[in-house]
């Protein structure tokens, strides 16, 4: 086995190290957790096999947006092995919102649904049964009367007037920041600077949500304790933000919870969202016994919050030498039917447009929207990576219409050490500039002297 | 239906107990053998994360009814290093790498053991076919990859 290892200039973090024992980089430090990965012995939430166990399933909603009219569980306490049901009636605390941790409000999404179902698969009653096979017959069981609502699947349609209300808590399909209908970022004048420009260009960028699919699905085991306590293993992403919600819907003591976790097979932000343990921990409680919760395939597809889908709109002054003198950007971020975290992703989104450029005139309105599709939530860089795409393909664009290397746009472009952003923080240690010339070099391509002399720690 | 009395051979050690109509192998492994290591990712075959080797092939065990493998020898990953001496390929995956979640672990190691005992000497193509049921979604194919044909060679030349 070799390992390919750039030489290192020590003596140029010497400074830093002095009097400290850094050994680590260039040598071969073994992974913690590979032991237990190649002998099979690394522990799973859903390895953790407690006697007594009772198995959770739910019956989902068939419906994108409808009231309820009736929910008949009978059918489902009558199947054989069926110990019990849930609705939000049992859940002590049915309504929260994840983010509340950090401020957030209001609180929008029901733990089971109650008066109405907001997306196809929102969860309604929990069934708890001796095997799986009973708890999914039971499930199956559960009879649900509907008066269908008109659903809105579009972001911009769910903003137009007249559109159906999604989220009553919010009473628009829109998050609302600090009174203002979406997160604003402004520096400049745009209007001046498109009025200055050459060229005009506005592009439409469009994703769809992309699930996480980590290969181990959502789900816990809830296991009551002698002295009272709940000891939940899962396999979530955020043990401490798991187990402060739970408490918080389970109108709980803190301390009353303890969370194993922290062995995830999979997650990439699919497994930050906190959907099965409040539910499993009420099941817990009101039986006494181990409970466990673990999403099938088909749920983990979905019902586990994917990536948003985006709309952002693109408009550029561009001068006709490729210096970008005005941006524009309308984002349209579609957080489904509840908030998760997309709130907080929406602005990620703002404060990371106008992108790795110095532009002196931005106009940033990146709206958080609800409509009656799966929730959305975290995934790898999200609020950041969909806008990335958008922004790049815009240079790209800009570039062909100018007939313009795209490489030395971004480089005309590309901010530097001390370069105000949109938002008002100074860009620091930016080194966009140095990456994009080695990489240059690195494919062959070729630069003229002037491209080659820039240096992001010189003003523009 | 009735329930049947089934017996395995799992990892060399004789096993018998009463299946209820409907467990798969896998259930039968993890519920009532106790034996963790096979996982249940996808139970419909598509994720090779509960691949064993039943007499010697992979199988993704969530497919299989228990009462059909009556008699069969099964190895699953307990069995690979039962005195806690990594093989070539558990030392492989653990020296060059080819972990991350490990969820997806157990299944490939069982899918390259089987590989390797009936080719000794697999093309990195070959590899690449054997594995092509076994999905890592932490998408570290080419380490695993790497440390199959590395465990290859460390066995050649053991």
Redesign the interface.
């Known amino acids: 086995?070799s390992y390919r290892l750039s030489p290192i200039d020590t003596q140029y973090f010497a400074p830093d190290h002095e009097g400290d024992d850094f050994t680590v980089i260039g040598s071969v430090v073994?992974?913690s957790?590979?032991?237990?990965?190649?002998?099979?012995?690394?522990?799973?939430f859903?390895?953790v096999?407690p006697s007594g166990l009772l198995h959770l399933k739910m019956h989902r909603s068939t419906r994108h947006h409808a009231r309820l009219a009736g929910v008949d569980s009978s059918a489902a306490l009558a199947v054989p092995g069926v110990v019990r049901v849930l609705t939000g009636a049992d859940i002590p605390n049915n309504l929260y919102t994840p983010l509340k941790l950090i401020n957030v409000e209001p609180d929008d999404e029901p733990i089971l649904a109650v008066d109405k179902v907001r997306y196809l698969g929102e969860p309604i009653v929990a069934v708890v049964a001796e095997t799986e096979?009973a708890a999914l017959a039971g499930a199956a069981a559960v009879r649900v009367d509907y008066v269908d609502l008109p659903p809105v699947f579009d972001v911009e349609e769910a903003l137009a007037d007249g559109a159906p209300i999604v989220n009553e808590y919010h009473g628009k399909n829109y998050f609302t920041y600090e009174g203002h209908h979406c997160r604003r970022v402004r520096l400049g004048d745009v209007d001046a600077g498109f009025a200055e420009a050459d060229h005009v260009f506005e592009w439409r960028y469009q994703s769809s949500p992309i699930e996480q699919?980590?290969?181990?699905?959502t789900g816990c085991t809830v296991v009551p304790q002698p002295d009272g306590r709940l000891r939940i293993h899962s396999d979530t992403q955020a043990c401490f933000f798991t187990l402060d919600n739970t408490a918080l819907i389970l109108e709980s003591d803190f301390n009353k919870l303890r969370i194993v976790g922290g062995?995830?097979?999979?997650?990439?932000g699919g497994k930050v969202d906190v959907v099965v343990e409040p539910v499993a921990c009420v099941a817990a409680m009101v039986t006494g016994r181990p409970v466990k919760f673990v999403y099938?395939?088909h749920e983990e597809m979905q019902v586990s919050s994917p990536r948003a889908a985006e709309r952002i709109y693109i408009k550029d002054g561009v001068l006709a030498d490729g210096r970008i003198v005005a941006r524009q950007v309308t984002a349209y971020i579609d957080a489904g039917a509840y908030s998760r975290h997309t709130p907080y992703g929406t602005t990620k989104a703002a404060a990371h447009f106008p992108g790795p450029y110095t532009i002196p005139n931005v106009r940033i309105d990146c709206h958080c929207v609800y409509t009656n599709r799966t929730p959305s939530s975290a995934m790898r860089g999200f609020g950041v990576t969909i806008g990335d795409f958008a922004l790049e393909s815009q240079m790209d664009r800009i570039a062909r219409e100018l007939g313009m290397d795209p490489l030395r746009l971004r480089l005309k472009n590309a901010y530097r050490d001390g370069d105000m952003k949109a938002h008002r923080k100074r860009a620091e240690g930016t080194a966009l500039i140095e990456v994009m010339q080695k990489a240059a070099e690195l494919v062959g391509h070729e630069l003229p002297d002037e491209y080659r002399r820039m240096s992001s720690l010189e003003a523009r | 239906m009735a329930s049947k009395i089934v017996t395995l051979r799992v990892n060399d050690r004789e096993e018998e107990f009463l299946a209820r109509p409907?467990t798969t192998l896998l259930g039968a492994l993890?519920?009532t053998l106790?034996l963790?290591?096979?996982?249940?990712?996808?139970?419909?075959g598509?994720?090779g994360?509960c691949n064993v080797l039943v007499d010697g092939k992979p199988v993704p065990s969530c497919l299989v009814p228990v009462e059909t493998v009556d008699g069969a020898a099964v190895a699953?990953?307990?069995g690979?290093?039962p005195t806690?001496d990594?093989d070539e390929v558990?030392?492989a995956?653990?020296?060059?790498?080819a972990?991350q979640?490990?969820?997806?672990?157990?299944g490939m190691?069982m899918t390259a053991e089987a590989l390797l005992a009936e080719n000794p000497d697999p093309t990195r193509a070959e590899v690449v076919e054997a594995i092509s049921g076994n999905?890592?979604?932490?998408t570290g194919y080419e380490p695993i990859v790497n440390a199959i044909l590395?465990a290859a060679s460390r066995r050649r030349s053991a």
């Not at chain 1, 062995?263 to 990439?268: A, I, L, P, Q, Y």
């Open positions: 086995m073994t992974r957790d590979a032991l237990g990965h190649v002998t099979g012995r690394t522990e799973f859903e390895d096999r096979a699919a980590p290969v181990e699905t062995t995830v097979g999979g997650g990439f099938g395939r | 409907g993890r519920d106790g963790t290591a096979a996982k249940r990712g996808c139970a419909q598509a994720c994360s699953t990953l307990e690979v290093a806690g990594l558990q030392a995956f653990l020296e060059d790498f972990t979640c490990g969820f997806c672990t157990p190691i999905v890592c979604r932490c590395d």
